[in-house]
């Protein structure tokens, strides 16, 4: 079969796309040849002509809408204005081999991350090393001191996890941030492979893709292997703030999938150390929690007394062993952005390997020389606060006025031990349907892994939430922020 | 040798039915090296269990929950405690260097973080900032906490509501007024400054003495002195703690202590009324 | 196993929607006995009698006028018991159990929360009351379609009913007690018998008993025989004595026992349907009958409680 180039595609999607000489195409190579892994696609897609391709795209929204995805904007009144994520048709293909080795990284990092999290609460050997200093570890918002000295089931922290990758025009991963607190967008990719499959079934026959549906199967298995020591049959749930939280959607799907209850923190209640949801028979005992409710939320009577999403009690159950809770509360404070740096130390520390994946290179803010170096390269480095998500309160200095970056630099030198600074990391892109050009486009993507821990097995969801930055130029990827995201394949060639 | 006869009494009014709720207390006397529990007995008008367990510094808590409605809830707490006549040092037990290499040693900081990190309770701002006691070179640890002793019992003067428990340091010292746990946070945020450990302390005075907070639950601070372990200290009142202070526990500030804390079901008024007794045999 | 947040939204949403439905029905056959009505003063009378149906408390004072009315008994999002404010929380009850029921009965409730929500005060003004009233009553029968056949009739299945129930029975007696007390009214306006009759009908219309109750009768019913229709009568849905039994009935499929200690729900409710279900119509004519229905009222919602905090309350 000829290989295909840019350019070969007639009357089709494809036919202005642009290449940047300076990016790094996931799609098509710097001499316009089409990447090998991408060769089927790209010829299926040069087929369709623009008016053929809109009508596949309305498909698959009606389809998102069929299957309930959404997310609700609320204001003060009632009404609930109902959206679908903006979803790109064209999948991003990761071969088995690339795929391995993120795979193995992500594992890697995961494993360190849960040994650095049972040390920080425990024995402090790490500190005591002078690897990573103390503090910086309790000075951040997220060390949770509950937690010292307790034991969760199995020794596991980080249940689920969500790495959040992405490819460097070196053609090298880089991990952006280990997201272990209470990461979300799993959802998304099971239903984004739900549609694709609808709207593309023929190119499934012809790309051995890895299947991505057993993850509700894998999940519920890892959520009751950690049940507490005794119980055989564990009661799971679900707990959700409620139908006001924008991941709402994700929390009932989750719930649905697996076959349990979704519960919120008003339907559970503690009683001398044991939980219990209300029924309509009376109190059930729960076993296992797994939480989408933040560490602040979910205990008033030991974090925010005002917290109406949380149980009274349930901190004392969960130390008492009594209940589990997925994530680990305290978990955050392996993912504050200033730890992030040290996440290379802890690998070699813990396990006594080379990391596998790379990490970014960064600047603690708090650290004088650092600091220095910010204040006078702030236009070209992103800056972000350490302990938000989403891509929150960050700055990116190439794209910033004179005076964003002036009143920035304010804003962090009031409060050093918040900020930390990165080279901008130029994002790989990938071909991209742009509604308002109706043609493909080159536009920044990254791919966040979901991974999962039980007592005796890790895994990994084959491919991930690939995000796309759907505004020209755009780095910023996080829905919230007009990001879009694309089906990911792991193909076996 | 002294014998104390204590009682806790709490007393709580809702303007409508609270659906549910739960409280806890933190009002029994802790058993240390210089005091111990001879008896005790608790009483709740709910007349439910009373749920007991240790919080993150090992205190004991009675919890009690009520799952149906109640428009009132009264506890009472009574206990015989023995505690011994208590040898107080009169300077420090090592030498200014040897406190220096203990203090400033990272293993300590790492064992001692809870009570050196800043709470939002315990930090002071701005101007307040300014108004740290610095301890000097040549000053040793005790020295340094009798002195501040005296600088902090001088900053404010002793007046009831004006502060409440949520006040902070920062806020007591720019009002320079307050009750006996401001006094405690300014002790305790300017002595963590110091790199000094220093937590907060819940319990009962001697009501036979004149002593300044003693019809109320009293809150003192702990300082840690190397060489000799956690010395209890009083800005209220300028004193050290002697046998008659009932200590009931200590934590990093005031949120860690706080002798009631209750959860309820409800969006009503209420109304809290609270008694100590403490009399010495 | 059903969490009793979620029983608590279904059984409120039983209840939103068949008040609802109520509203509109009682709303347009009003508003339609105006056009033909045997009484000069008509309007007013008929705005006292929706008043007082549906419970509000309305000042007529001078900036009062006939629009406004018909906004606020149908589109005020302020007044909580407007149409619109009832398939609202209607529709947020569903909302908050949407994972126990049908896409199908879903849909059908969302469709109709979009109906009134997107409704216009121009469009009630160019479609009139009555049309929108109309199509209310038409949304409210495909969710009930959807209700009945697209469910398990299963706990959750019988939870919405015993609030449905619980509505009706509450609806229908507010229905008989405000028509008695507008037939008092006529008839201190010295109105002659007529208007007794022709009330009778309007309420047995605003029940959906007409046809049926001239079938049974054989005859127009009289005011006499149109309430003992709607409270005595065993076969029509209607009927106070067919809720009950029915609430009775629903409670057996979520009840965990068989027998039941006196102070229970299922006590109560059996009690009370046993009262209904053996009462004749010559015990209650020996009543007041507005003391009789005002009874009835409290009854039903003493019992919606005692449902609430047995299997309901979270």
């Not at chain 1, 500190?127 to 503090?135: I, K, L, S, T």
């Not at chain 1, 020389?369 to 236009?379: I, Y």
């Not at chain 2, 109640?70 to 420090?92: G, H």
Request: proline share 3%; hydrophobic share 35%; charged share 25%.
């Amino acid at each position: 079969m000829a290989e295909l180039y840019l350019g070969e595609t007639k009357n089709s999607v494809f036919d202005t796309y642009k290449q940047d000489p300076k990016l790094f195409d996931e799609v098509i190579q710097a001499d316009g040849k089409v990447k090998k892994h991408y060769q089927k696609i790209v010829k299926h897609f040069g087929k369709l002509a623009v008016e053929e391709y809109q009508k596949l795209d309305e498909f698959a929204k009606i389809s998102f809408f069929n299957q309930g995805v959404t997310f609700a904007v609320y204001s003060d009144t009632l009404k609930g204005v109902e959206r679908i994520f903006p979803f790109d048709l064209m999948p991003r293909i990761i071969t088995a081999l690339e795929w391995e080795h993120i795979e193995l990284g992500v594992i890697q990092r995961n494993k360190a991350i849960n040994m650095f999290l049972y040390d920080i609460y425990h024995e402090k050997r790490i500190m005591r090393d002078g690897v990573v200093p103390a503090q910086l570890v309790f000075s951040s918002n997220f060390y949770n001191r509950e937690m010292i000295g307790v034991n969760p089931p199995g020794g596991i922290y980080t249940h689920i996890c969500g790495t959040d990758l992405i490819r460097h025009k070196d053609g090298e991963y880089y991990v952006l941030e280990d997201n272990v607190r209470t990461p979300s967008g799993v959802s998304y990719v099971l239903s984004n492979r739900e549609t694709m499959k609808k709207v593309f079934s023929n190119l499934f026959l012809s790309h051995n893709v890895q299947p991505i549906d057993d993850y509700p199967q894998q999940l519920l298995e890892m959520i009751s292997s950690v049940a507490p020591d005794g119980i055989d049959d564990p009661t799971c749930v679900v707990m959700s703030p409620g139908m006001y939280n924008s991941a709402y959607y994700e929390h009932s799907f989750l719930a649905q999938s697996m076959g349990i209850q979704l519960v919120e923190g008003r339907d559970l209640f503690v009683d001398k150390n044991f939980v219990y949801m209300k029924t309509i028979r009376g109190p059930q005992r729960v076993d296992v929690i797994y939480r989408r409710v933040d560490d602040d939320f979910i205990d008033p009577l030991v974090y925010r007394p005002d917290s109406m999403l949380g149980v009274p009690g349930i901190m004392g159950a969960y130390k008492a062993g009594n209940v589990t809770i997925i994530n680990a509360p305290g978990t955050g404070a392996a993912d504050d952005k200033a730890v992030y740096i040290y996440v290379p130390e802890i690998i070699r520390y813990y396990l006594g390997e080379e990391p596998i994946l790379k990490n970014v290179k960064t600047y603690r803010c708090e650290l004088q020389e650092d600091f220095d170096f910010v204040m006078s390269n702030m236009h070209n480095l992103v800056v972000k606060p350490v302990d938000e998500s989403g891509g929150y309160g960050i700055l990116i200095g190439s794209k910033a006025s004179k005076a964003e970056i002036d009143k920035f630099k304010k804003v962090v030198s009031g409060n050093r031990r918040k900020y930390i600074a990165q080279p901008i990391m130029s994002l790989s892109v990938h071909s991209t349907f742009i509604e308002s050009e109706a043609n493909f486009e080159q536009r920044h993507i990254d791919l966040r892994t979901f991974s999962l821990m039980g007592r005796h097995k890790q895994f990994v969801l084959k491919g991930g939430l690939s995000r796309v930055a759907l505004k020209r130029g755009s780095l910023v990827v996080n829905s919230s922020q007009g990001g879009g995201s694309k089906d990911t394949w792991v193909i076996e060639e | 040798m002294a014998l104390y006869t204590i009682e806790y009494q709490s007393q709580s009014q809702y303007s409508e039915e609270v659906l549910e709720g739960i409280f806890e207390f933190n009002v029994r006397p802790c058993s240390d090296d210089s005091q111990i529990i001879i008896e005790e007995a608790s009483k709740n008008s709910f007349m439910e269990a009373i749920f007991q367990f240790k919080n993150l510094f090992g205190f004991q808590i009675n919890r009690i929950r009520k799952a149906d409605k109640f428009k009132e809830f009264a506890y009472t707490y009574r206990a015989k405690v023995q505690k011994k006549k208590m040898r107080l040092p009169s300077k420090s037990a090592l030498s200014i260097a040897e406190e220096r290499a203990e203090l400033e040693s990272p293993e300590f900081y790492i064992d001692h973080h809870l009570f050196l990190r800043k709470s939002p309770l315990t930090t002071l701002k701005g101007d307040n900032a300014s108004k740290v006691l610095e301890r000097k070179e040549n000053t040793s640890v005790f020295e340094y906490l009798m002195k501040l002793n005296h600088y902090v019992h001088m900053m404010l003067s002793y007046t009831k509501n004006v502060t409440q428990a949520s006040t902070t340091a920062d806020e007591a010292l720019s009002l320079k007024k307050g009750v006996c746990q401001d006094y405690a946070h300014i002790f305790i945020a300017m002595a963590r400054s110091q790199g000094i450990p220093c937590r907060y302390v819940s319990g009962y005075l001697n009501q036979g003495k004149k002593f300044q907070g003693a019809a109320f639950m009293h809150a003192w601070v702990e300082a840690y002195l190397p060489g000799y372990g956690w010395l209890g200290i009083d800005p209220t009142n300028e004193l050290l703690a002697d046998d008659n202070y009932i200590k009931v526990s200590h934590g990093a500030d005031y949120l860690d202590c706080s002798p009631i804390k209750g959860i309820l079901k409800s969006s009503c008024e209420n109304k809290n009324t609270y008694q100590v007794k403490v009399t010495a045999q | 196993m059903m969490l009793s947040r979620i029983a608590n939204s279904l059984f409120w949403m039983g209840r939103y929607l068949e008040r609802a439905d109520h509203a509109a029905r009682y709303i347009r056959v009003h508003y339609y006995s105006t056009l033909d009505a045997p009484l000069a003063s008509k309007h007013d009378f008929i705005v006292d009698s929706i008043i007082a149906m549906m419970g509000m408390e309305v000042k007529k004072d001078k900036s009062f006028n006939e629009e406004k009315f018909n906004n606020l008994i149908t589109l005020d999002e302020g007044n909580p018991v407007s149409i619109r404010s009832s398939v609202a929380y209607a529709r947020e009850n569903a909302r908050g159990a949407r994972d126990s029921m049908s896409g199908e009965l879903w849909g059908a409730i969302n469709r109709y929360y979009h109906f009134t929500n997107g409704y216009s005060e121009k469009d009630l003004i160019k479609n009139g009351i009555y049309g929108f009233c109309e199509r209310v009553n038409e949304h409210a029968s495909v969710v009930s379609a959807a209700l009945e056949n697209t469910l398990m009739h299963n706990a959750g299945w019988a939870i919405v009913k015993m609030g449905i129930h619980i509505e009706r029975a509450s609806q229908v007696a507010r229905i008989m007690n405000t028509k008695v007390k507008d037939i008092k009214k006529l008839e201190k306006l010295k109105s002659n018998r007529s208007s007794e009759s022709y009330e009778a009908v309007t309420m047995l219309k605003s029940a959906e008993a007409f046809d049926m109750s001239k079938m049974y009768y054989r005859t127009v019913p009289n005011l006499e025989e149109a309430l003992e229709f709607l409270i005595l009568n065993k076969e029509f849905p209607k009927s106070i004595a067919y809720n009950l039994r029915h609430i009775h009935h629903n409670l057996g499929k979520i009840s965990p026992q068989k027998f039941h200690d006196s102070g229970s729900v299922e006590f109560e409710i059996g009690k009370l349907h046993t009262y209904y279900h053996y009462l004749t119509w010559e015990e209650v004519k020996e009543k007041n009958i507005t003391e009789f229905l005002d009874e009835t009222i409290r009854s039903v919602y003493k019992l919606a409680r005692s449902l609430e905090s047995t299997y309901m309350s979270y």
